[in-house]
């Protein structure tokens, strides 16, 4: 029994941009996250089903969300011109349905929701970095929005290992199901 549909799944990649991964992670380096989460966008491109790549980054840096928390994000620093940049190994293809988030989730004001209904989409493979922020809150985000998932457990990192762990053993098993690069690439259950 398939695993998914491949016409009605598509893979969206959260945040495997030349700013974010370079960050430390952990208990995957972002390395073998991008490989294994390459290897995921190419077969899905061989069988025809949509790439979502989704990529975070400011307009003008007026559009960062600025809440009062424990926790103030770091002052805004000048980024580099290629920080939005996909990293080479996913192979930006024009068919690739690019997505820009100002945010965390890739949901929130942006057009994602409206690509894959278009598409009859409704089961996503999600991966990326970072489990706990940009890759969780688009999962809760994409649950809220009645899609199935899939969460690649070995093409996903965080920032750290206990906030990663926590995630795919507390949080992902209630919104989808956890599966493997290669489960995913053999479609099988």
């Not at 409206?114 to 994409?142: H, K, N, P, S, Y």
């Amino acid at each position: 029994m398939s695993l998914y549909n491949p016409e009605k799944t598509a893979v969206v990649v959260i945040d495997l941009q030349k700013g974010i991964v370079g960050f430390p992670c952990a208990p995957l380096s972002s390395k073998e996250v991008v490989e294994q989460s390459a290897k995921i966008v190419h077969a899905f491109r061989e069988a025809g089903s949509p790439v979502f790549l989704v990529h975070v980054g400011p307009h003008d840096g007026k559009d960062a969300l600025q809440p009062i928390t424990d926790n103030p994000p770091q002052p805004a620093h000048e980024l580099p011109d290629d920080w939005m940049e996909f990293v080479e190994e996913l192979n930006v293809q024009p068919s690739d349905i690019l997505i820009t988030k100002r945010q965390w989730g890739a949901f929130y004001g942006t057009e994602l929701d409206l690509q894959l209904r278009r598409r009859g989409i409704d089961t996503i493979v999600l991966c990326g970095i970072a489990t706990d922020i940009g890759v969780e809150t688009t999962a809760r985000e994409a649950f809220q929005h009645g899609y199935n998932q899939i969460f690649v457990s070995d093409a996903t990192t965080g920032l750290s290992k206990e906030t990663h762990e926590h995630t795919f053993k507390y949080i992902f098993p209630r919104m989808g199901r956890i599966r493997t690069t290669e489960e995913v690439l053999q479609n099988d259950r």
